[in-house]
């Protein structure tokens, strides 16, 4: 069974506008989240995280918004710009240190 | 959905032995997997690309002689650790291609004692 869901395999917006990548989870041990962009034939490189202690967590363009209860986070771009166009995966672990695990990405692309 | 599998899932050995991990595409065919290690703060690196029946690709400062890796067949790849060394427990993830797509598995976290 999945421990962490992306249901949207992939994404289109218009350049300017804001991009909203979803992630489910279901372990509720889970206290540590990431997000990683890939892109093709490249390793993933790490994006943004957040800790559960906290429910937002801002790096320029990047928010990472956390829904505890919904066992739910959002990676949010704004403004979203064509060399963000890339795989996006969501991953989770138990603590800073635990094992990654990951969702199935969501392809997002940006166009002019 | 696609699912990739490693196995083992954890495993301790000692130092000087070495260690096979697999990694299997259970429902499609992945003529491309992939390798990468955990590193602290979650920062992954790639060290190797497997394609089914030729060599692996290493990425710079992975040395192919300690990670051997060995596509046999389009839903197995394996990565062999030789003659381990404690620095080199860690957390080893691999991934496989299917079309655009790419599926990580659960991953292995190995500790050489």
């Known amino acids: 069974d999945q421990q962490v869901k992306q249901n949207s395999p992939s994404l289109s917006v218009q350049e300017g506008r804001i991009s909203i990548l979803n992630c489910d989870y279901t372990?509720?041990?889970?206290?540590?989240f990431l997000w990683y962009k890939k892109y093709p034939a490249e390793g993933p490189t790490f994006l943004i995280s957040i800790s559960s202690i906290k429910d937002k967590n801002e790096d320029g363009r990047f928010t990472v918004f956390l829904n505890k209860s919904a066992k739910h986070l959002s990676l949010h771009i704004v403004p979203s710009q064509p060399g963000d166009s890339a795989v996006y995966f969501c991953a989770a672990s138990r603590g800073s240190q635990g094992n990654l695990i990951f969702g199935k990405g969501t392809k997002l692309s940006v166009k002019p | 959905g696609a699912v990739v599998s490693q196995h083992p899932s954890w495993v301790i050995c000692k130092s000087g032995t070495s260690v096979k991990i697999e990694c299997r595409s259970l429902?499609?065919?992945?003529?491309?997997m992939f390798w990468y290690r955990q590193f602290p703060k979650q920062s992954l690196m790639l060290m190797a690309t497997s394609n089914e029946g030729s060599k692996a690709t290493y990425e710079q400062g992975v040395e192919k002689d300690k990670f051997l890796i060995n596509h046999a067949s389009l839903t197995l790849s394996t990565l062999t650790v030789t003659s381990a060394h404690p620095e080199d427990s860690s957390f080893y993830i691999c991934?496989?291609?299917?079309?655009?797509?790419?599926?990580f598995g659960p991953g292995t976290r190995l500790t050489v004692t």
């Open positions: 991934s496989a291609d299917r079309g655009i797509e790419q599926y």
């Open positions: 429902d499609f065919q992945a003529t491309t």
């Open positions: 372990n509720s041990m889970f206290d540590y």
